[in-house]
């Protein structure tokens, strides 16, 4: 699906929401409750498989409700989020995007995922007739203008972890899912589901810092959709002296995967021929040619310099910048900014003033004591760093080492 009609998907998605089907919706709902509970109420936990956009990594978590009595079968989704919505992208720098909860019909819902080829799961919930009539009732009043909206945090406040909060404070006792030994910290996780998208990878690693490297609970292993569904699988309701039940009565597969229309939606994905570590180990291997040449030449090209140096102090000014104001989680323990800060900007007319005139400049010898004092602390820094930052360091270093031989030399 090309990015236009992803769009427009989403855009019909969040209209068909507001429409009269929800309204006649609660009211029923709400007429219900006068009257016997809807004995063919059912509720269940639907988990998408991923895509290959962005944002369709980690997959998808919704509730779904049908009533056989009252003929209706809606999804609701905690994964609505509006394009239009103003200042967008900067807000969602900032960690300030907004979300939303919305319902459709279930058909709409399937729809956009077998179009890209994806898998819906769903797992039935084993709720009394009046936990799931609570619980129904709760997602419609979520799904009202004035409760819609919520601070989204990919971490801790996502689709998942939403769904989730809504089955636990709706069931007529305690969720016990099973204990686990801490596995995998969420840098791990997230390596999971990017593995296959390396250039989303090495932006999460470059952004995240060290704050991602500890282990996780079990509960917070669950902001991933497939794993809350595993979670789900084995958890039970402890309902006191009335004993126990199965969270899931049943578990089936509503959609399967398609393969063809998965290939071809990576397809369509935008792609570079090589990953970025194999472009930063490249881009090494040239720089020490490059010096090699201008060691025997006993010159330095300062345009090099003058490119380097302006990339690194833009690309400081992005960590900075996340780690001073942006909310997103682990954003602000990042030992990276040792070597990507906006410093280098400050001395690129010193630099290149110092190439032009064949001196010395300082910037050099304080840059090299830096990288090789962050490469050998990189050993012990509690931190995974990405895949590109040794190669990158490297780079750096080579281009402070030819200046300073080249100097020696002449002297």
């Known amino acids: 699906m090309c990015p236009f009609m992803r769009r427009l998907v989403h855009i019909l998605l969040f209209a068909a929401c507001l429409c009269s089907p929800l309204r006649l919706f609660a009211e029923e709902v709400q007429a219900a409750d006068s009257v016997a509970v809807d004995s063919t109420l059912q509720v269940s936990l639907l988990t998408c498989s991923p895509g290959f956009a962005s944002y369709e990594l980690y997959g998808h978590t919704a509730l779904r409700v049908q009533s056989t009595q009252y003929d209706y079968d809606l999804v609701f989704n905690y994964g609505v989020f509006d394009f239009t919505q103003d200042y967008f992208v900067w807000r969602f720098v900032l960690g300030e995007c907004d979300y939303m909860c919305a319902a459709s019909p279930y058909y709409v819902f399937e729809h956009e995922y077998r179009h890209r080829g994806s898998s819906i799961t769903e797992q039935v919930l084993n709720l009394l007739p009046v936990e799931a009539r609570a619980l129904t009732a709760a997602l419609v009043d979520n799904c009202q203008p004035a409760n819609c909206v919520y601070r989204y945090n990919i971490f801790r406040n996502n689709c998942t972890t939403r769904v989730r909060d809504m089955i636990e404070a709706h069931v007529r006792g305690i969720v016990r899912y099973p204990a686990r030994a801490p596995r995998y910290t969420l840098r791990q996780m997230l390596h999971q589901f990017t593995a296959g998208s390396p250039w989303d990878e090495v932006g999460n690693d470059l952004l995240l810092g060290a704050d ?56 369509a994905e935008p792609t570079f021929f090589l990953t970025p570590s194999q472009l930063f180990w490249a881009l090494l ?127």
Request: charged share 15%; with cysteine; glycine share 4%.
């Open 212 to 267: 991602v490297d500890t282990l996780l609970s079990e509960r917070a292993e669950m902001f991933a959709p497939v794993y809350f569904m595993w979670y789900a699988d084995s958890a039970m309701i402890d309902r006191g002296h009335w004993g126990c039940d199965s969270l899931v009565r049943e578990r089936r597969v509503l959609l399967a995967a398609d393969a063809a229309l998965q290939q071809r939606a990576a397809a």
């Open 285 to 411: 291997c040239l720089a020490l040619l490059l010096g090699c040449w201008e060691v025997r030449r006993r010159r330095v090209l300062w345009g090099v310099d003058a490119v380097l140096m302006v990339l690194q102090g833009l690309a400081g000014i992005l960590l900075v910048f996340m780690s001073l104001f942006s909310e997103h989680p682990a954003v602000d323990t990042n030992w990276q900014v040792w070597l990507l800060n906006p410093l280098p900007l400050l001395f690129v007319y010193p630099v290149v003033r110092a190439d032009l005139r064949g001196e010395r400049c300082f910037y050099h010898a304080a840059a090299a004591a830096v990288i090789v004092v962050f490469l050998l602390l990189s050993f012990v820094i509690p931190q995974h760093f990405s895949s590109i930052t040794i190669p990158l360091a490297l780079l750096l270093l080579s281009r402070a080492v030819v200046h300073l031989w080249n100097y020696h030399i002449s002297r």
